[in-house]
């Protein structure tokens, strides 16, 4: 018998998209051979994400925040309220394959695996590159790596497993007890991006890895809640902004200040001369939270048994 699990949807205003996915989530549930159960964590939502819910899907637990609090508390309400050590985390605005579970959880026979995310497609059928997280840091920061899924399907029926910097937040299963360990997404990141990043490297320097497993896939659709609910300057900022903290937060003191920090001061000086008012204020919203960034680096490092260029190690032998 496999292990249980639990699915945890987060939710703000996604009435549409509820409708849409969760059939295929019920679906890939029941042909999952263990135990499984499905939260959605509604944050605050102001359409008929409740209504769709009770109607449609009675066989839903819901946890409802009365004000949207985010992304990372509705994970956490979520995680908290599942009562299995595996977890499946997973947006509303995807589509999940009818085989996904079984060999995700397959990983987890390792008691060093974190978490593991699936192939992701669009919705015109392209890879994601974002499915395998592979990173160097590489002119100044920390660049996703292209790869091919020929040979990553290759590489894994030869019997490789392929590690990855982080698995993505949108659709990865995860070990509870090491997510609470963590204490879930870090807050520096509200309200969104780079928090599912942050973890993954964060496990790393604990010694616990992340996968991809390219056998089985979900479709990310093109709109989520936040594109939907957030102006695209605002979404552009914060992202900046994460950038910024994240590899302030990780890189090496050595790839901060011969690396990041002169590629930084080049690529603010051009934005200065066009006037990207956008970028700019991602850098001066990153500066304003440099003492949590220190208290953070930290933290991390009081705990770390890997350092980030131990972790690049792991990678760098499938970034070709």
């Not at 993505?168 to 997404?185: E, P, T």
């Not at 990041?260 to 956008?278: F, H, R």
Request: glycine share 6%; hydrophobic share 45%.
């Amino acid at each position: 018998m496999q292990p249980p699990i639990t699915v945890v949807i987060p939710n703000f205003n996604g009435a549409t998209l509820l409708q849409k996915n969760i059939p295929s989530v019920l679906k890939a549930m029941q042909t999952y051979s263990g135990k499984s159960a499905l939260i959605v964590v509604d944050d605050g939502s102001q359409d008929a994400s409740l209504q769709v819910l009770k109607e449609h899907f009675p066989q839903v637990k819901v946890v409802v925040h009365a004000q949207n609090q985010g992304f990372a508390e509705a994970i956490h309400s979520g995680v908290n309220a599942a009562e299995t050590e595996l977890l499946f985390l997973l947006n509303s605005d995807v589509e999940v394959a009818e085989s996904l579970f079984a060999p995700l959880v397959q990983y987890f026979e390792d008691p060093n695996t974190f978490s593991v995310n699936p192939l992701i497609y669009d919705e015109r059928g392209d890879v994601k590159r974002h499915s395998w997280n592979l990173r160097q840091f590489k002119a100044g920061t920390l660049k996703l790596m292209s790869w091919r899924l020929e040979k990553a399907l290759t590489l894994r029926t030869a019997g490789e497993k392929l590690p990855a910097a982080y698995a993505h937040g949108g659709s990865f299963m995860v070990r509870k007890s090491m997510f609470n360990a963590l204490q879930g997404f870090h807050p520096i990141f509200k309200p969104f991006y780079s928090e599912d990043y942050d973890l993954g490297l964060r496990a790393w320097r604990r010694g616990w890895a992340s996968y991809f497993e390219p056998s089985v896939h979900i479709v990310h659709q093109s709109v989520g809640s936040i594109r939907s609910n957030v102006k695209m300057n605002h979404i552009k900022t914060i992202r900046r902004r994460n950038r910024y903290i994240l590899e302030w937060m990780h890189l090496s003191a050595t790839q901060l200040w011969f690396g990041a920090i002169p590629a930084s001061i080049v690529q603010l000086l051009g934005e200065v001369l066009l006037l990207d008012k956008v970028n700019l204020r991602g850098f001066y919203l990153a500066c304003a939270k440099l003492p949590e960034v220190i208290q953070a680096r930290r933290e991390i490092q009081a705990t770390q048994t890997m350092r980030m260029t131990d972790i690049m190690d792991v990678l760098r032998r499938f970034c070709s």
